[in-house]
């Protein structure tokens, strides 16, 4: 059985390792029902869209610049394929799990220079076993980025091992494929300069960097002409980065920068298993004894290791200092754990001084990372080697998150450092069932991708279809959306996701968050009575159709409606107006006070409906309502629940043509009531939606 299995050629296993890894990444990704890292997936599902349309880089109609350039162009034939987003949106993961899967190629060619068939093969299984091919779920560029910046690392050892012109070109091209890709591959770019540096260290031979020279005069004339071509149109280095150039522009704080750094090594050092980084500790140590292809490979990974953890602690210190964002590092975790597989390759050498220093630096690190501070809700898109823990909270040693940590750290590093040479493979196949238990929860946790997906999807679209306006608007008409700031922001966000037919975006106070090529819209004080809105150069919006949520009523005749959002679709009969006016709730929240009145302009006899919720830790005890309209008072009883609930009010118009409904609350103050709470608001009910019905 054993000659049979040595038979089998090894590109047929690592073709087994691709396509094993992507059938199960096709069926798990069938669970991911919606998006839920925006803005990002919007933006690049946008740009596939425009792609296929043959419309060049464009969101929402609007070239854009500085994102990037090969991921949409991946995924835009499945946008071309399928007319239906909600199939195109299938398509695109199913994309993502077949080239995110083939980043076991380069991770096998890298292990395989340094290491036997079988230990480069377990390598490659390794790295389609990270938790974060999550990501096959998300339209992000981390399907990509990840072979790509893998098959960079690649080029780049074996330009360390012969550099010369045929190499460096190679070099070049992978470089601008990786930048293509993504633009924190910039960050490459000084990793190219440091690595033959670290070489010459590990070998201790100041010749080493000779053969490199044409490696740094051309990167001297290529910065040269760049600043000048930068000059010559009056620009920044900073705006070759486009849409991300804020990024390149000043305003760091050192201290910060280091911190951050200091905490990305960490987490990064967590994410593997603690075991790859120790074991690139204990190479680093030994460099001079190394054999010449492991120093080479040392060397590429301590330049890449330094300079994306410094380049990604250095945009987290300024924008996102809530989070930790390993999304922008796991390429790495190959990298690390090709280290350890050559250290089993050369009989898992341990001089002692050497071996404690490393494994006790790889212990130490993730031990002192401030936990509390970084497990969170931003955890669950941007830090997957922390979902694990947050998920595991109420199975904390001594109910600490370090405690927990040292403790599985203490028994992976005894195992390093005492198993029998013979038995050393025993360390990366720990490394393998650990990320593969460590998937699960990022995965399908409570904190996981799947859970995630499904609220994300809830907060936006609940009671129909996630294709419901394209199923009800003809083919070429265009639905118009209206932000205001009273319903979730993914009410936008999942509806355009879905539906090809939403276009133009406007909003009458703030954009949503991350928005691109949004039109603020505002109401005229000269003509107070038609409630029309008008754009900033003072034209109406004129569609045909406006997908609105429950504090909007237009002139117009309701299509469709989202009733448990209070999204509705309506088909216009002018100009979009807001004929409704509603006082009383707290701006940016669904929060009353104790009174609220709604008003509708140029009202026919009707109904509306009231949909709302209330706070059951808030208020203890039954709720009443009054609802007050020009021909009777109703008051209206219950105990506090989150679920939601609808009153029907029956409408009839005052002589100047308007309808008024006045709602009295009973009310609570969080700050007196709940524990902590520094809320001093007279809270009453959440009134998610009004919706009103002309009589048929």
Same mark, same amino acid.
């Given at each position: 059985?054993?000659?049979?299995?040595?038979?089998?050629?090894?590109?047929?296993?690592?073709?087994?390792?691709?396509?094993?890894?992507?059938?199960?990444?096709?069926?798990?990704?069938?669970?991911?029902?919606?998006?839920?890292?925006?803005?990002?997936?919007?933006?690049?599902?946008?740009?596939?869209?425009?792609?296929?349309?043959?419309?060049?880089?464009?969101?929402?109609?609007?070239?854009?610049?500085?994102?990037?350039?090969?991921?949409?162009?991946?995924?835009?034939?499945?946008?071309?394929?399928?007319?239906?987003?909600?199939?195109?949106?299938?398509?695109?993961?199913?994309?993502?799990?077949?080239?995110?899967?083939?980043?076991?190629?380069?991770?096998?060619?890298?292990?395989?220079?340094?290491?036997?068939?079988?230990?480069?093969?377990?390598?490659?299984?390794?790295?389609?076993?990270?938790?974060?091919?999550?990501?096959?779920?998300?339209?992000?560029?981390?399907?990509?980025?990840?072979?790509?910046?893998?098959?960079?690392?690649?080029?780049?050892?074996?330009?360390?091992?012969?550099?010369?012109?045929?190499?460096?070109?190679?070099?070049?091209?992978?470089?601008?494929?990786?930048?293509?890709?993504?633009?924190?591959?910039?960050?490459?770019?000084?990793?190219?300069?440091?690595?033959?540096?670290?070489?010459?260290?590990?070998?201790?031979?100041?010749?080493?960097?000779?053969?490199?020279?044409?490696?740094?005069?051309?990167?001297?004339?290529?910065?040269?002409?760049?600043?000048?071509? #930068?000059?010559?149109?009056?620009?920044?280095?900073?705006?070759?980065?486009?849409?991300?150039?804020?990024?390149?522009?000043?305003?760091?704080?050192?201290?910060?920068?280091?911190?951050?750094?200091?905490?990305?090594?960490?987490?990064?050092?967590?994410?593997?298993?603690?075991?790859?980084?120790?074991?690139?500790?204990?190479?680093?140590?030994?460099?001079?004894?190394?054999?010449?292809?492991? #120093?080479?490979?040392?060397?590429?990974?301590?330049?890449?290791?330094?300079?994306?953890?410094?380049?990604?602690?250095?945009?987290?210190?300024?924008?996102?200092?809530?989070?930790?964002?390993?999304?922008?590092?796991?390429?790495?975790?190959?990298?690390?754990?090709?280290?350890?597989?050559?250290?089993?390759?050369?009989?898992?050498?341990?001089?002692?001084?050497?071996?404690?220093?490393?494994?006790?630096?790889?212990?130490?690190?993730?031990?002192?990372?401030?936990?509390?501070?970084?497990?969170?809700?931003?955890?669950?898109?941007?830090?997957?080697?922390?979902?694990?823990?947050?998920?595991?909270?109420?199975?904390?040693?001594?109910?600490?998150?370090?405690?927990?940590?040292?403790?599985?750290?203490?028994?992976?590093?005894?195992?390093?450092?005492?198993?029998?040479?013979?038995?050393?493979?025993?360390?990366?196949?720990?490394?393998?069932?650990?990320?593969?238990?460590?998937?699960?929860?990022?995965?399908?946790?409570?904190?996981?991708?799947?859970?995630?997906?499904?609220?994300?999807?809830?907060?936006?679209?609940?009671?129909?279809?996630?294709?419901?306006?394209?199923?009800?608007?003809?083919?070429?008409?265009?639905?118009?959306?209206?932000?205001?700031?009273?319903?979730?922001?993914?009410?936008?966000?999942?509806?355009?996701?879905?539906?090809?037919?939403?276009?133009?975006?406007?909003?009458?106070?703030?954009?949503?968050?991350?928005?691109?090529?949004?039109?603020?819209?505002?109401?005229?004080?000269? #003509?107070?009575?038609?409630?029309?809105?008008?754009?900033?150069?003072?034209?109406?919006?004129?569609?045909?159709?406006?997908?609105?949520?429950?504090?909007?009523?237009?002139?117009?005749?309701?299509?469709?409606?989202?009733?448990?959002?209070?999204?509705?679709?309506?088909?216009?009969?002018?100009?979009?107006? #807001? %004929?409704? %006016?509603?006082?009383?709730?707290?701006?940016?929240?669904?929060?009353?006070?104790?009174?609220?009145?709604?008003?509708?302009?140029?009202?026919?006899?009707?109904?509306?409906?009231?949909?709302?919720?209330?706070?059951?830790?808030?208020?203890?005890?039954?709720?009443?309502?009054?609802?007050?309209?020009?021909?009777?008072?109703?008051?209206?009883?219950?105990?506090?629940?989150?679920?939601?609930?609808?009153?029907?009010?029956?409408?009839?118009?005052?002589?100047?043509?308007?309808?008024?409904?006045?709602?009295?609350?009973?009310?609570?103050?969080?700050?007196?009531?709940?524990?902590?709470?520094?809320?001093?608001?007279?809270?009453?009910?959440?009134?998610?939606?009004?919706?009103?019905?002309?009589?048929?």
């Amino acid at each position: 059985m054993r000659d049979r299995l040595a038979a089998i050629p090894a590109w047929a296993w690592l073709g087994g390792i691709v396509v094993l890894s992507a059938g199960l990444r096709l069926w798990l990704v069938r669970g991911m029902v919606a998006p839920f890292v925006f803005v990002d997936e919007a933006i690049y599902a946008e740009l596939a869209r425009s792609l296929a349309d043959g419309e060049g880089y464009a969101v929402r109609e609007v070239t854009v610049s500085g994102y990037s350039l090969l991921y949409p162009a991946l995924i835009a034939p499945a946008y071309g394929l399928f007319d239906g987003l909600v199939d195109a949106y299938g398509a695109a993961k199913t994309t993502n799990a077949v080239v995110m899967s083939l980043a076991a190629v380069p991770v096998y060619l890298l292990a395989r220079r340094v290491a036997g068939q079988w230990l480069a093969l377990l390598g490659a299984a390794v790295a389609v076993a990270v938790p974060s091919m999550a990501y096959t779920g998300t339209i992000t560029t981390e399907s990509l980025f990840y072979p790509v910046s893998l098959a960079f690392a690649l080029v780049l050892v074996c330009y360390l091992s012969r550099p010369g012109w045929i190499r460096l070109a190679a070099v070049v091209v992978a470089l601008g494929l990786a930048f293509a890709t993504r633009s924190q591959a910039l960050a490459f770019v000084p990793a190219i300069a440091t690595a033959p540096l670290v070489l010459a260290l590990l070998r201790r031979r100041r010749d080493v960097v000779r053969p490199f020279v044409p490696l740094y005069a051309i990167g001297a004339v290529a910065a040269l002409v760049l600043v000048v071509l #930068q000059a010559l149109r009056g620009e920044s280095l900073a705006g070759l980065l486009g849409a991300y150039s804020i990024v390149g522009e000043g305003g760091y704080d050192v201290g910060q920068v280091l911190r951050f750094w200091l905490w990305h090594v960490e987490e990064l050092d967590l994410y593997v298993g603690i075991l790859p980084f120790a074991a690139l500790l204990l190479l680093l140590l030994r460099g001079g004894a190394l054999p010449e292809r492991l #120093q080479e490979h040392v060397a590429a990974t301590v330049s890449l290791v330094a300079w994306s953890t410094l380049a990604v602690g250095a945009f987290a210190s300024r924008f996102a200092s809530d989070r930790i964002q390993d999304r922008y590092l796991f390429f790495l975790a190959p990298l690390l754990v090709v280290c350890l597989l050559a250290w089993v390759e050369l009989g898992a050498p341990r001089p002692w001084p050497q071996a404690l220093l490393a494994t006790g630096t790889a212990l130490v690190l993730p031990l002192v990372f401030p936990y509390v501070r970084f497990i969170g809700e931003p955890a669950k898109s941007d830090s997957l080697g922390l979902v694990p823990l947050w998920s595991a909270n109420e199975h904390l040693l001594a109910g600490r998150y370090w405690v927990t940590v040292a403790a599985i750290g203490l028994g992976l590093v005894g195992m390093l450092l005492l198993v029998p040479a013979r038995y050393s493979v025993a360390a990366p196949l720990v490394v393998l069932a650990l990320l593969l238990v460590l998937s699960r929860p990022v995965w399908s946790g409570p904190n996981g991708f799947l859970v995630a997906s499904r609220g994300a999807l809830f907060q936006g679209i609940r009671s129909v279809d996630r294709d419901w306006i394209d199923r009800a608007v003809p083919s070429g008409a265009e639905v118009v959306v209206l932000w205001t700031g009273s319903a979730d922001r993914f009410t936008v966000n999942q509806n355009e996701f879905f539906n090809r037919r939403i276009g133009r975006v406007f909003y009458t106070d703030e954009p949503t968050p991350g928005g691109i090529a949004e039109t603020p819209v505002s109401p005229r004080e000269s #003509q107070p009575a038609k409630g029309l809105l008008f754009q900033p150069n003072d034209a109406a919006v004129t569609a045909p159709y406006a997908l609105l949520d429950g504090s909007v009523t237009p002139d117009g005749e309701a299509v469709a409606r989202d009733f448990l959002t209070g999204m509705t679709l309506w088909r216009l009969t002018g100009p979009l107006s #807001q %004929r409704a %006016r509603i006082t009383g709730i707290y701006p940016g929240d669904t929060w009353s006070g104790a009174r609220v009145r709604w008003m509708l302009l140029r009202c026919d006899p009707g109904t509306l409906k009231v949909t709302f919720h209330s706070d059951p830790s808030l208020h203890r005890r039954t709720q009443r309502v009054d609802v007050r309209t020009d021909q009777e008072v109703v008051s209206h009883f219950g105990r506090p629940t989150v679920v939601r609930s609808t009153f029907e009010i029956p409408l009839l118009p005052r002589a100047n043509g308007s309808c008024v409904v006045d709602l009295t609350v009973s009310t609570a103050v969080p700050s007196e009531v709940l524990p902590g709470s520094t809320d001093d608001r007279e809270l009453g009910l959440h009134f998610d939606a009004f919706a009103y019905e002309p009589n048929a």
